[in-house]
């Protein structure tokens, strides 16, 4: 069965450091991988997706970049974190039939300070 | 990009009682995806539901049901017989069948309350 591992599950950050969550899958191949930014008392704001190694789209230009070194490990990263990239960071993954909807992954609570 | 609306940001409900939550979403496409997800206090997303766009039938799930109303672009959510396990933050989205990443859209979410 399909597993998706996200850590890690919280971070508290300074402003201004670097920043690496790391989100890898398992039971599957060439999944499309996605990580998503909730913040309190807002919905799930998709921030990058990939479809494959090496490829990325981002939704929203920000202070974030995303990596996919592997066909199933995904990277959230920052150089400078800034006070706004607090949140709830989430990583999901997703084959086909399309019509299964997300798997999400334990989700990574960001604080930065 | 499909918005996706919910327009009830709390709800409450009674235990064993049931409790309808809203969903419209703005889209000009006719095929696609939509689902309910439910977000405990864990904050694990946890797939509740899905419907796909061209089955006229809604899809029931145990205790989770949906009134998919694709003329109104409506997709609702009826917990029956609620449970104290119900309480979390629920949220609706639409996943176009089109384009490359298939990307979920969600709405802000509702938060239900379960009372004894």
């Known amino acids: 069965s399909q597993t998706i591992h996200q850590w890690p599950a919280t971070l508290v950050q300074p402003v201004g450091s670097p920043l690496s969550l790391e989100c890898t899958v398992e039971?599957?191949?060439?999944?499309?991988l996605y990580w998503y930014r909730q913040a309190a008392g807002r919905g799930l704001q998709l921030l990058f997706y990939?479809?494959?190694?090496?490829?990325i789209s981002s939704e929203v230009p920000q202070n974030l970049s995303a990596s996919r070194p592997q066909d199933r490990q995904f990277i959230l990263s920052s150089k400078k974190l800034l006070l706004s990239d607090s949140g709830f960071y989430l990583c999901?993954?997703?084959?086909?039939?399309?019509?299964?909807?997300?798997?999400f992954g334990s989700g990574t609570r960001l604080t930065v300070v | 990009a499909q918005t996706v609306t919910q327009s009830q940001p709390e709800m409450s409900v009674q235990e064993a009682e049931t409790v309808t939550l809203s969903c419209t979403y703005d889209?000009?496409?006719?095929?696609?995806?939509l689902f309910w997800y439910k977000q405990p206090p864990s904050r694990q997303m946890i797939l509740v539901i899905r419907?796909?766009?061209?089955?006229?039938q809604n899809a029931t799930e145990n205790r989770f049901s949906v009134n998919f109303q694709k003329a109104a672009k409506s997709f609702s959510l009826k917990i029956s017989d609620s449970q104290l396990g119900d309480a979390a933050m629920y949220f609706c989205a639409y996943r176009s069948a089109f384009g490359i990443g298939y990307a979920l859209n969600f709405g802000k979410g509702t938060s239900l309350l379960v009372t004894p």
């Open positions: 419907q796909e766009a061209y089955k006229q």
């Open positions: 039971g599957t191949s060439n999944p499309n």
């Open positions: 990939s479809v494959g190694i090496g490829q």
């Open positions: 999901a993954w997703s084959g086909t039939p399309f019509n299964y909807g997300y798997t």
């Open positions: 889209t000009s496409e006719s095929d696609y995806y």
